[in-house]
């Protein structure tokens, strides 16, 4: 059965850094992409960052770009995010999903499986 496990949330403060796990398994495809998205109350749920399995390609989102970094751990099948240089507007809950294939896209309509979510809250 498939299962996406995210873990790591917690309160930071600004300025900070968070690392967060997502533990993925029993994924049924042959090549897949894990992403983390991310919502905050009010808004729509938006393309934080993601990975390529495969091909080991990344992409970011202009917002997170050069503070997040996505890192695959094989051995584990684990993917992580670090977050760094945490700002308040990052307070949301984190969410990795999965889709098949070797093309990352940022609509979340793309991805079939997801995680339950972490929350991450930024203070002031």
């Known amino acids: 059965q498939v299962q996406l496990v995210e873990s790591g949330g917690g309160l930071v403060q600004a300025g900070g850094s968070l690392r967060l796990l997502c533990a993925a398994s029993?994924?049924?495809?042959?090549?897949?992409?894990i992403s983390w998205f991310r919502q905050a109350p009010g808004k729509e749920r938006e393309f934080v960052g993601g990975?390529?399995?495969?091909?080991?390609?990344?992409y970011y989102s202009d917002s997170v770009k050069g503070r997040f970094t996505i890192v695959r751990d094989d051995a584990k099948n684990a993917v992580f995010l670090q977050m760094n240089s945490l700002r308040p507007e990052d307070t949301a809950v984190y969410y990795c999903?999965?889709?098949?294939?070797?093309?990352?896209?940022?609509?979340?309509?793309?991805?079939?499986?997801w995680g339950q979510g972490t929350q991450v809250t930024v203070s002031s």
């Open positions: 029993g994924l049924p495809f042959s090549s897949y992409v």
């Open positions: 999903a999965a889709r098949g294939g070797r093309a990352v896209v940022a609509a979340p309509s793309g991805y079939e499986y």
């Open positions: 990975i390529a399995w495969s091909g080991g390609s990344n």
